[in-house]
């Protein structure tokens, strides 16, 4: 009996689905480990099963790619060539030298207590990312939420967290959220984007080169339109208002060299604030790993593969381009794993189709990102009393102390001084704010765990299971102790069942 | 229109839970964010330092500004939690633990 090869695949999105899917038809042994309950990611997120959606595409776009996909992943589930660990939420990915193996480490179940261990001959990251949200006075509020969020908690909870929303920030997931949100009933009271036409135009040749997704984009605006959304550009938020929750927002024109107008200042009434400023990649799991990084995503090859032998990794993991180009390079990474797992070199011709799909959704997704930049001049508004951290409740002006009186000359330094990035979200929601306040690059979090770790889990690992990284970090520390009130189980294996 | 008239959804009979000892009615299969937010509940957390009310904010398990109180557990992420029937859900003050 030859053994097949064993994949594992980190992430059900739309990259992690691709991949596992064109590993799964050649041949591999595919464990497509993800930590929500259903596949899908978040452009592909599912209502949950007993909520009976009987018309879940209401709520979606592309659906009919999706439904390749899910039938996709049914048919290799049944045939055990991929085995779908949901609610596995991976906290760290090591190699073992001496086996030449890698385990996906992973903690089980809603209460994620229970350790368990996925064994891999390869592995392929398709985390995806989270979004970025910078700073303005009020924006801790109960009812501010950022626009993925509250997309998410729609798709996957059939909720909304108020009647009346408005939707600000900049980037091209406000337009999907804001009809999203009107189609299922909230009253969307403005869109405010603070991106202007201007910056629309100087992109226009590398946009107008892709027909496709700029038809996608007029189809989300038709759909605002149809919901009387107003549609604010070069607009920007100014604060949100409210005791214990949000009441109001005010907004204001951006000038051209980022100040706001004087006059231009709008108070709205809401209770809902979905905000974003884009999206970053999630890279822990490849650092720890030793992958290296090209800005703040994770560096890949032609056939997806990082510089790690034997990790691949695709989709936002690897730089924000949106879920058709997850698509494409799922695809590809997952065709390259097959190949090289079996000895042989792909052959890049027979992917061709999805290589130039890559190649235009990339050049798409590089002029999106000049038109999206962060409003000028957003640190140097924000007020001294505004908190950034929102864990550690660290504000504006002890960021800016690290600097200057303390001379603080990069983000681990401002964390260590002002606290700010030290608390349960280890940095992810404040960095971005943080380097733009001190002026230090953002860098990616060095984050040893993924995700906050029972003691119990770290206790019951194996003296031998090597490869696993130092927790020595204060951060790691601070993270564990945390939870250590918990109870830990043991190590279960849970590798894919045998299909030869 | 509402979410669950969009989708046609047809959810399972709805179960109770309590918030702060309130009975509120929750859908299976929703968070216990969802099932909050559909209850018209929006914060459920008061923080460390200044005592600030929080609640949803990343929606996916990433900022931990969710952080709630279930059947004596703190430090649950609400927006990650399928809520259960009979759940006691309470305000997590601080910590959630006696000890600070
Ligand atoms: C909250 C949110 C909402 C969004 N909504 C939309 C939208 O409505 N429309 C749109 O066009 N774009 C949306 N996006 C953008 C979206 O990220 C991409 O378009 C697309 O989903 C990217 O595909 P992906 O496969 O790279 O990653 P994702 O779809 O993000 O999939 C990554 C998967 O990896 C899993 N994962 C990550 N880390 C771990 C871990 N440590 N352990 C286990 N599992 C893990 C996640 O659970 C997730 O299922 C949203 C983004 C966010 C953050
Ligand atoms: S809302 Fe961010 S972790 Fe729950």
Same mark, same amino acid.
């Given at each position: 009996m030859t053994e097949r090869p064993r994949l594992a695949v980190v992430g059900a999105g739309p990259a992690g689905l691709a991949a596992a899917l064109a590993a799964a038809e050649r041949g591999v042994r595919v464990t497509l480990v993800d930590a929500a309950e259903q596949a899908g990611g978040q452009f592909y997120r599912q209502p949950a099963a007993a909520l009976g959606a009987r018309r879940p595409q209401a709520l979606h776009h592309q659906w009919r790619t999706w439904e390749r996909l899910r039938a996709g992943l049914d048919r290799h589930r049944a045939a055990g060539r991929i085995l779908h660990l949901t609610d596995h939420h991976v906290w760290c990915v090591a190699r073992d030298p001496a086996a030449g193996v890698f385990g996906v480490h992973a903690l089980r179940g809603p209460a994620q207590e229970e350790g368990v261990v996925v064994r891999a001959d390869a592995v392929l990251l398709a985390t995806g990312g989270y979004e970025r949200v910078l700073p303005f006075p009020g924006w801790t509020l109960p009812g501010v939420v950022t626009a993925g969020g509250a997309q998410a908690m729609l798709k996957?909870?059939?909720?909304?967290?108020?009647r009346t929303a408005v939707v600000a920030g900049t980037g091209p997931l406000l337009l999907p959220v804001a009809g999203g949100l009107a189609a299922a009933g909230a009253r969307v009271a403005a869109l405010a984007e603070s991106a202007g036409p201007a910056a629309l135009l100087r992109q226009a040749p590398a946009l107008a080169a892709q027909p496709g997704k700029l038809a996608e984009g007029a189809g989300y605006a038709a759909r605002l339109l149809r919901h009387g959304v107003r549609v604010l550009t070069r607009c920007t938020v100014v604060a949100a208002h409210g005791t214990d929750r949000l009441e109001a927002v005010t907004v204001a024109a951006l000038d051209r060299d980022g100040s706001l107008r004087p006059g231009s200042y709008r108070r709205i009434r809401c209770d809902t604030l979905a905000v974003g400023h884009g999206m970053l990649p999630h890279t822990d799991l490849a650092e720890t790993l030793g992958c290296s990084l090209s800005g703040t995503a994770v560096r890949v090859d032609d056939e997806q593969r990082t510089d790690v032998p034997g990790v691949w990794a695709a989709g936002e993991a690897t730089g924000i381009g949106g879920a058709a180009l997850a698509l494409a390079e799922g695809h590809i990474a997952g065709r390259s794993a097959a190949a090289r797992l079996r000895g042989t070199a792909p052959d890049p011709r027979r992917w061709a189709a999805a290589g130039r799909a890559r190649t235009r959704l990339r050049e798409f997704a590089a002029a999106l990102d000049a038109v999206y930049a962060p409003p000028a001049g957003w640190a140097e508004r924000?007020?001294?009393?505004?908190?950034? #951290?929102? #864990?550690?409740?660290?504000?504006a002006g002890e960021v800016r102390g690290a600097v200057d009186p303390l001379g603080a000359g990069d983000l681990r330094t401002v964390k260590l001084l002002s606290r700010a990035g030290m608390g349960w979200c280890q940095g992810r929601m404040c960095a971005p704010a943080v380097a733009g306040l001190t002026g230090c690059p953002l860098t990616a979090g060095r984050r040893p765990l993924a995700r906050p770790v029972p003691l119990g889990v770290l206790a019951a690992l194996p003296d031998t299971d090597t490869g696993l990284p130092e927790t020595g970090d204060d951060l790691a520390e601070a993270e564990v102790g945390r939870t250590a009130a918990e109870v830990g189980h043991p190590v279960a294996d849970a590798g894919p069942p045998e299909t030869d | 229109m509402n979410p669950m008239e969009l989708v046609r959804a047809r959810p399972g009979a709805s179960r109770t839970v309590t918030f702060d000892g309130r009975p509120l009615a929750a859908l299976p299969g929703q968070t216990v964010a969802a099932a909050l937010w559909a209850a018209g509940v929006t914060a459920w957390r008061s923080t460390r330092g200044a005592g600030r009310p929080r609640g949803v904010f990343c929606g996916i398990g990433v900022c931990f500004d969710c952080l709630v109180t279930v059947n004596g557990r703190p430090n649950q992420r609400a927006c990650l939690v399928p809520v259960r029937p009979g759940d006691v859900i309470r305000t997590q003050e601080g910590t959630g633990r006696d000890d600070d």
């Open positions: 996957g909870g059939l909720v909304l967290p108020g924000l007020p001294d009393e505004t908190v950034v #951290c929102r #864990c550690e409740e660290v504000t | -």
